[in-house]
């Protein structure tokens, strides 16, 4: 079992930054690649970024190309997203994800745990 709990969101102007923090228990944080996804208000959530299991290989969608980056530290169960040149339109509640099989990254179905999430809201 694995528990995650996102922080380090909040109201923040347009081209500004922030990070994002996913802190997981349990002691299997290492054999799980990670994945960020977010959900707008009205919208499906969608996947933003993931990264495997050793942090050697790192996947974006293409509207966070650039400007977010995804890392993680195994030594503290802690996977990271930087938000650079933050848009009105990254305003989403954006969760961390867990997932075991280590492919597949952007479909949700395949992570087995999830966070509760943290809002960003990115203004004009």
């Known amino acids: 079992q694995v528990q995650l709990v996102e922080s380090g969101g909040g109201l923040v102007q347009a081209g500004g930054s922030l990070r994002l923090s996913c802190a997981a228990s349990?002691?299997?944080?290492?054999?799980?690649?990670m994945g960020w996804f977010r959900q707008a208000p009205g919208k499906e959530r969608e996947f933003v970024a993931a990264?495997?299991?050793?942090?050697?290989?790192?996947y974006y969608a293409d509207s966070v190309k650039g400007r977010f980056t995804i890392s993680r530290d195994n030594a503290k169960n802690t996977v990271y997203l930087q938000m650079n040149s933050l848009k009105p339109e990254d305003t989403a509640v954006y969760y961390c994800?867990?997932?075991?099989?280590?492919?597949?990254?952007?479909?949700?179905?395949?992570?087995?745990?999830w966070g509760q999430g943290t809002q960003v809201t990115v203004s004009s």
């Open positions: 994800a867990a997932n075991l099989i280590g492919r597949y990254f952007q479909l949700q179905y395949r992570y087995d745990y």
């Open positions: 990264i495997s299991w050793s942090g050697g290989s790192t």
């Open positions: 349990g002691r299997t944080f290492s054999s799980y690649a």
